[in-house]
Every structure is written in structure tokens, then in C-alpha cells.
């Protein structure tokens, strides 16, 4: 164990103890200091590691020592009062080290929703959505963007992300469809492994891992719409056999349990009418004994509340059937009151102690692993790594790959380095066009995302503008009702929206998008269509007065990558990921489709 870079100020002497101990026996395993942690520890102490809050709903700071609290998190949207990098790097060190001034000096883990870049923290690089990355079909551009997002993360001090999400949606009409990489499992598979080892590769400089979490075991993009929250989608239930579950979804989660993710998010939604927060049969016969899974298992927000029964059958419930760590938050049921149950649950042995103890031990393992006992502490070494020109230039390379060209009649690209200017005129218009939350989508900033300047980034329009080739001039026309260019490229698409927010029992486009475009031809222009939205939507009854039509997804930051496609400077690689019916509602299941899976237009 080496000497620690940074002691914290204050260190308690049982600290001392096991730091002399584990460094005097510089061979001292894992195990060890495992074995050695958990002799001493107290139920209070045992039950406070197995215990997550939001850092916003502690009642005091000084819980973390004084309840040996394992674990905070940043939900969507939980950041520090000023969202500066700096302020992230001294609320991690802050929490940090109230955890090492503990009896025990156990250092906390600190998890948040890292899903398409550092996306809580303003300034940093935001990539595609999965469904996004999806469309690249490409593990390489996937670990590069979760390796950029991991160095983002690992510089504020940050060790955990709770992604990828490796879903596989099926009903587009679930407002989670867009954090899924595609609606095959396979391409799911190849993209979740891409993602963990990207998000798990040590960062190069501080060597301080970050962990990654495969989400949400399982079937949380297979429910039976209707059986949702609001009777929509989210959190519903999946009905299918173990056997098929074992062809469809596991072999994704074994891929990623074998590239090493560290810990797994169980799913709020029920299968076969069981919540999987509460099913042993899933939690430990199948991802801990059969699949072999030895980080750990993190709840959802309050998961464990949504198994029937009261609060204290749901904790015996959840903790027996295989959950390690509960993420209580601490917004609903507070955190004081699920450690006493815990406790309680302890001491009449309705949760027996060898249960307990595998939990804290796999945690202990975790924090172990990724060098939370070496390096607990972090300093603003590395904070040029958030929003650096480089990642930025992965994700623009990201968002080129991204774009699916579904229809071009003979109008893309806009410019041709070959022949003479063909549209010196392009009006640019619709709410996408200048909107950079629009084009971010949903958990950016905060947990629903936001119009407009929410971020540091590159809007679409700003993109076409900045690189318009000689010849070319881009005039922003938001209803394309006042400037007759000769072609019109109009951004359409879905307000941000996140989890059962986004359920929907409609995916019609919307009037006033519709409007825009009718404007444009009424003008006699060309109209060049991009969709930002989370899934396919209905286009079948439209798409035949659009002269050309590209999805586009949830691009992020660097709109920048939408004019490199639409000038011709890269050749549309994009493909679908989801195959879009004709009726979008259908998702999967529909036999009438407009465009398949893997189908996407290039230039020659
Ligand atoms: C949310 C989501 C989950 C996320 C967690 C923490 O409800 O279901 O994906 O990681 O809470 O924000």
C-alpha cells in the first residue's frame, strides 16, 4: 500500500493502526485488509457502509463520520451551489474527508450519472446519448468517448458512474429509449463491453480509476407498456422466460461482469411480477452464482421502497435477496431511519450476519481495487481535462459517426469541394437549430436537461456558420418564413426529458416542427429534415415532402460534427440502431417498418 499523497487533515489513530499494519506488510492482499477491516467493524459501522445518500440530503456532514457512511452520490442534477470545477474537486474532497476522520477511516465511494460525458458539471464535454453511439456501430469510438468521460470524472475527485446502460429498449415509447445503444442485444454486447472497459481504464495521468455500473439488471427496456408508472412504460413489468431472458439479456451483463465492470444497478422494473430489487432468484442465484459477479450490487433511487410491503420488509427483502449497497438517497424515507431498520433487521437475524458481512466485503473490495485507500483525496491537477480540446474532438468525431442519412434526393451534401457551389443560400431553421440543451437531451446539468445555453458547446447552427465552405451563406431564419434561400436545413425534435418524464403514448412529431417546415416549402425552398430525438418517431405520413431527412439523435456538445456530415467533409457512416416502424408507437414488435435496423444512407 503506498504512502497516501494527500493525508488528510484530520486521521483518526485506528487509522493509523491499520495503515501501519497493512504498510509494514507490504504484501498485505486484498483480503486482508478486508478480513482485517471487518473484525473490527461494528454492526453501525457495517450498515453505514451499505448505505448511499445524495450528498444534497444530508442532515449533517458530520454523519458521514459519524455513521461510517459508505457512499454518496450526485443524483441528476445535484452538484455543488456554484457548479464550477473547482467547487466539484472541494465537495468531493469535503465529504472525503469526513469519511477518513471516521473511527475506522474507511474512505467513502462517490458515484454519479456519468451517461454521456461528465454531465452534471458545467464545462464538460456532453457526447451523444447511447442511442447515438448506437448508430456508430462502433466499439472503438465508444471506449474512447467512455475513457474521455472517465478522465472528466476521475478529475473532480469522482470515482463511480453509473453507466453504460445496457438496455436494450424495445418500445420506443419509454422516455429511458435513448440511453440504450440499440434494440440488439448482440450490438448491445459489443457496445456495453466497449463502454466498461473505457469507463474503467485507469486514468492515464493519476491513475485514479473510475468505476463503471452495467444498468439496470434487468429488463428495464422490455416492460409491457401499461404496466409503467402512470400506467405508461418506466418501471413496468417484463414478462419473459428464464430461459429467454438467459438468450436476450444476460449475455450482455455476462460480457460485462467478464471486461471487469465493478458494480451492477439493479432495475426498478418486475419481472414476471417480481421487482427485481427484491429477487434473490435474479440478484444472487443468477448474477452472483451463475454469472459469477463479485463487485457489487447498487439499488436504485429508493428502489428497494418500491418492493411491496413496508419499509422494513423491503430492507430485509432487498439486503437477503442479494443487494449490496442501497442508494436510500435520502429525498424520500430518510437515511437515519434505514440504518436503524437495517440494524433492527441485524439484531432479530431476519438479515443473518454472513449476509451482511458479503456486502460490506465486496465493497471493501471494490474501494480496495480502484485505489480509494491509496488515493482518497484529489487536488485541481487535472481539472484541464474537463472539456479539453481533445475530448471535444472525440466527441465531434462522435456525433459525425452518429448521423443516419435516411433520405437524399441528390441535396446532401450541401457542398461539394468538387464542383461549384451547388446552394449558395441555406436558410437555417426550427428549435434544434440554435438550442444546445435541445441537442444535449435529457440528464445534462441537470436531471431534465434545459433549453438553450445550459452548457459550454457548439450549437447546430453555430457548427454551419463557423465551417460554411466559401460561397456559402448561412442565414438563422427560426420559422423559415421570412428568407427564401435555395435550400432550408430545419432541426426538429423533442424537448429534453429524462426516465418516465420521456414516456409517451404518442411519438407523433410536433405541430408547431411540422409548421416550420411547411413554411420552408411554401418559400419553393429544398428542405434538408434532422430529427433530435431520443427514439424514431412517426415521420411515414412527412417524410415524402422532405427533400432530405437524417436522424440525428442526441448529439451533445459539438454540434459542430452535424455540419461536418452535411458539407461533406465526412461520408454519413451512421446506421440504425433501432428498426423504425411506420407507426413508432409499434417499437419492435411492428411488422411494418420504414426504414430497418442498420439501414443509413452514405454520399457516393
Ligand atoms: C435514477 C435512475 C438511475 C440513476 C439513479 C441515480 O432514478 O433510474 O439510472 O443512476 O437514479 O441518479
Redo the contacts with the bound molecule.
Sequence with gaps: MTITKYFPKKISLSTLIIFAFTSCQPNTTNEQTIESLLSQMTIAEKVGQITQIDHRFLDDHSDITDYSIGSL?S??GSHPKENTLKAWVDLYNGYQEKALASRLGIPLIYGI?AVHGHNNVKGATIFPHNIGLGATGNADIVRLVSEATSSEVAATGINWT?AP?IATPQDYRWGRTYEGFSSDPNLVLKLGVAAVEGYQSANKKNQRKVIACA??FIGDGNTVFGTGIKNLVDRGNTIMTRETLKETLIPAYQAAVDAGVQTV?AS?NSWNGVKCHGSKELLTDILKEEMGFEGFIIS??QGIDEIPGDYKSDIVTSINAGMDMV?VSGEGEPYKKFMALLTEAIEEELIPMSRIDDAVARILKVKLEVGLFDEPLMDYEYLSEIGSKKHREIARDAVRQSVVVLKNESILPLSDSTKEVRWSKIVVAGKGADNLGMQCGGWTIEWQGGQGDITEGTTILEGLVENAPPGIEIIHDPRANKVKGDVAVIIIGEDPYT?FFGDRDSLNLNKEDLQVIENAKAQGMKVVVLLTSGRPMNIANHIDNWDAFAAIWLPGTEGAGISDVLYGRYNPTGRLSFPWPVQAEEGTSSSSLIYDMGEGLSYE
Design positions: 452520490l443524483g441528476g450519472d453509473f446502460c444498468k439496470h444497478m426498478y436504485d433511487w442508494m426516465e
